[in-house]
Nanobody, 123 residues
Framework: QVQLVESGGGLVQAGGSLRLSCAAS????????MGWYRQAPGKQRELVAT???????NYADSVKGRFTISRDNAKRTVYLQMNSLKLEDTAVYYC?????????????????WGQGTQVTVSS
């Protein structure tokens, strides 16, 4: 089992910055990526950014150039630095860890999720 604990959400004015953190505990053997997703009221959960164990990153087009994902492997922590925040960034942000294992020649992918942290951007 893996536990993900998020922190850093809150209320910020448009144009401001926040940094989210997500610390993983438990067995992380087989974890190949961590990331952040968000869900706004009435909308589906969407990818914000991911980072692989090798450091490769991927961003949603809507956050490119404004958000930066990073990780500290020693601390088992992933960060999301959010700059130039917009009203439309308001959402609950969820930390994700993605695992892959091979069982009997079959690849199995599975995920763990944090409890979510609210980010509210005001005008």
């Amino acid at each position: 089992q893996v536990q993900l604990v998020e922190s850093g959400g809150g209320l910020v004015q448009a144009g401001g910055s926040l940094r989210l953190s997500c610390a993983a505990s438990g067995s992380i053997f087989g974890m190949i990526a961590m990331g952040w997703y968000r869900q706004a009221p009435g909308k589906q959960r969407e990818l914000v950014a991911t980072i692989t164990s090798g450091g490769n990153t991927n961003y949603a087009d809507s956050v490119k150039g404004r958000f930066t994902i990073s990780r500290d492997n020693a601390k088992r922590t992933v960060y999301l630095q959010m700059n130039s925040l917009k009203l439309e960034d308001t959402a609950v942000y969820y930390c994700n860890s993605h695992f892959r294992r091979v069982v009997g020649g079959t690849i199995q992918d599975y995920d763990y999720w944090g409890q979510g942290t609210q980010v509210t951007v005001s005008s």
